[in-house]
């Protein structure tokens, strides 16, 4: 018979960066929470992914207002939670191939400013000194101060660790319970977890979740691969990409789609990235992928053109269709809460996820407007576009 637990406040499912960033802070808020995941710690997306804590790939609005939010609260964090989380605060270098792109990021670096970002335009003299090994004939770009990065899965652990949140890995949520039409605990096969509030944190198999509390919320896979490198002196300072990253992360393609992210690490390995691609949880390699990737990077940064690439990894982003996560009470729910489809910036919304969670949790005033956040802002059957939410 499961054993049974009735003394929580809340159940997060999914033990990945947002679900711990949801229990640590509704551990700081004086709850009683627990978190289980049918895997590890960081087992899933998180642990696939690079660490970007970013802002300048993200126009101005509700996502930009969340992601300077949780850059505040990392800054906070790396202050309180141990060394090795490898906070660096290392900023952001986004580059133009000629004038007409410059342009561009010009109209788009304008927006972010008025919404508080640090956007400084460099010249082609200005990029290389910042990043020397960049290849010539760049007509310029901008400098991002704020863009950092994390150990993704070493942050999720030591966000749950100083949660006090109980940790149930390795069992798979099966149903979730319910009492008079509210959800009110999960059920795994070895225990029932209850408790009056259930956040659902579990990324890419967020929708499964929804489903079974009998609602929707679609939630879609979208596959990406990095490349690691040898280990190299640090011949890449920041974070830099192209400005086609920017399409790219705001594209709703289902095609392979790529764009050159390259970034140094304190241990010495060059990471390189972006793909995106929606072809379900397929975890085949994609040589044309990576191929792609490579020479893309090598366009970028000529030095890296005969590095050895000692790996790859892929994870699939938790995507939603207009590109906003999901934060908050499920009214067609009541009791359960949603926290994911982050998509690739999971990792940098993470704490202030969290603490729209734990103000959700205790009625506390969220810190900034969540109805963009609403996971009932979908149309009818949860899988079309967002509908207006005018209450």
Not at 223 to 228: A, D, S
Request: charged share 20%; aromatic share 4%; with cysteine.
């Amino acid at each position: 018979m499961p054993q049974r637990h009735h003394s929580l406040d809340v159940v997060v499912i999914g033990a990945g960066v947002v679900g711990a960033a949801c229990a640590y802070h509704a551990g700081r808020a004086g709850l009683s929470v627990a978190v289980v995941d049918r895997g590890p710690v960081a087992g899933g997306t998180t642990g696939a992914g690079e660490g970007n804590l970013l802002v300048s790939d993200k126009e101005a609005g509700p996502e930009l207002d969340l992601a300077l939010l949780s850059a505040t609260l990392w800054r906070e964090l790396a202050e309180v939670l141990p060394d090795s989380v490898e906070y660096e605060a290392k900023g952001g270098l986004v580059v133009a191939p000629d004038d007409t792109t410059l342009k561009a990021l010009r109209g788009f670096a304008e927006g972010q400013r008025r919404a508080g970002v640090d956007a400084v335009e460099v010249g082609p003299r200005e990029l290389r000194e910042l990043e020397p090994h960049l290849a010539p004939g760049l007509a310029g770009g901008f400098h991002y101060p704020q863009d950092a990065q994390v150990h993704p899965a070493q942050a999720a652990a030591r966000l749950l660790a100083a949660s006090g949140a109980r940790i149930h890995l390795g069992e798979e949520v099966t149903g979730l319970l319910t009492e008079g039409g509210r959800v009110c605990g999960v059920r795994t096969p070895r225990r029932e977890l209850r408790a009056p509030a259930v956040v659902n944190a579990a990324g890419t198999w967020g929708g499964r979740i929804a489903e079974l509390a009998g609602t929707t919320l679609p939630v879609l896979p979208r596959r990406g691969f990095v490349l690691v490198t040898e280990p190299l002196p640090r011949v890449v300072r920041h974070k830099v990409y192209a400005a086609d990253y920017i399409a790219d992360v705001a594209s709703g393609s289902a095609a392979l789609q790529s764009s050159a992210v390259v970034e140094g690490t304190p241990s010495g390995p060059v990471l390189i990235g972006a793909t995106r691609e929606r072809v379900g949880f397929d975890r085949g390699l994609s040589t044309a992928a990576l191929r792609r990737l490579a020479a893309q990077a090598a366009a970028l940064f000529p030095v890296l053109a005969d590095v050895r690439v000692l790996r790859t990894y892929h994870g699939f982003r938790p995507y939603l269709p207009d590109h906003l996560p999901a934060i908050g009470p499920d009214p067609r729910a009541p009791g359960l809460l949603h926290a994911c489809g982050h998509e690739g910036a999971g990792i940098g919304l993470a704490p202030a996820t969290g603490l729209l969670i734990a103000a959700a949790l205790t009625g506390a005033e969220p810190p900034l407007e969540t109805r963009p956040f609403r996971p009932d802002r979908f149309g009818p059957g949860g899988t079309g576009e967002p509908r207006e939410i005018t209450r």
